[in-house]
């Protein structure tokens, strides 16, 4: 079966440092992968996708995410982080051309 | 981008009644919708997803008869939680994907807070 792994619950990060949130997926076939970030009490907002190509994503907000299918890994990054960062992120799996398997998620928290 | 509008943002609802939970694609036509649940603290789970014009598909372990969708036209898909209880309580997310895209991104509601007391 299809899962997500975000082994991180909370990151906290210091303003202006750089942030890497990681991901791991379990999936047969060649994935969908995606980024969202949700702010509290708000719906989803993508921040980017992996289909195919260039392994190397950009994503909107300064964000970008590499797959590497050797360690079936698909993490986040941005090299410096703003306080509006602050958020709940969430790594999925697209399944097919039908639904989305969530990764329980990592609560972005940025100190001064 | 594209918009999905949900609707109400929150309701607040009395332990027996039944609530709806409207899902708009504003500028785009979405032959599937898909609802999602999530907990506090935790992930989102698949709940169903909606074709036009046919029967919802429930994932395991979601009760079809507590949960009522209707997908009625391309644009518009509902959730009706029905004789709601205190453990339905929890944010409910839907998401549509445009049926002209060439990808499987998928554009979210903002999503609905349900509160049954």
């Known amino acids: 079966a299809q899962s997500v792994t975000q082994p991180d619950i909370h990151i906290t990060v210091s303003e202006g440092a750089s942030l890497e949130l990681r991901c791991n997926y379990s999936y047969g076939a060649t994935p969908y992968l995606f980024w969202y970030v949700q702010s509290p009490g708000q719906g989803l907002q993508l921040l980017l996708k992996?289909?195919?190509?260039?392994?190397l994503v950009q994503g909107i907000k300064g964000f970008e995410a590499e797959f590497k299918r050797s360690q079936s890994s698909f993490n986040l990054r941005k090299p410096s982080v703003h306080w509006s960062d602050a958020a709940e992120y969430f790594c999925?799996?697209?399944?097919?051309?039908?639904?989305?398997?969530f990764g329980t998620g990592t609560r972005l928290l940025v100190s001064p | 981008g594209a918009v999905v509008s949900q609707h109400p943002s929150w309701v607040i609802c009395k332990s027996g009644t039944s609530v709806k939970i409207e899902c708009r694609s504003l500028?785009?036509?979405?032959?599937?919708m898909f609802w999602y649940r999530q907990f506090p603290k935790q992930s989102l789970m698949l709940m169903a997803t909606?074709?036009?014009?046919?029967?919802?598909?429930?994932e395991q372990g979601v009760e079809k008869d507590k949960f009522l969708i209707n997908h009625a036209s391309l644009t518009l898909s509902t959730l009706t939680v029905t004789s709601a209880h205190p453990e339905d309580s929890s944010f409910y997310i839907c998401?549509?994907?445009?049926?002209?895209?060439?990808?499987?991104?998928?554009?979210f509601g903002q999503g609905t807070r349900l509160t049954v007391v």
């Open positions: 992996y289909f195919s190509g260039d392994t």
């Open positions: 998401s549509a994907r445009d049926r002209t895209g060439s990808d499987t991104e998928a554009f």
């Open positions: 500028d785009f036509q979405a032959t599937t």
């Open positions: 909606s074709n036009e014009g046919s029967k919802a598909t429930y």
């Open positions: 999925a799996v697209g399944v097919g051309f039908q639904k989305l398997v």
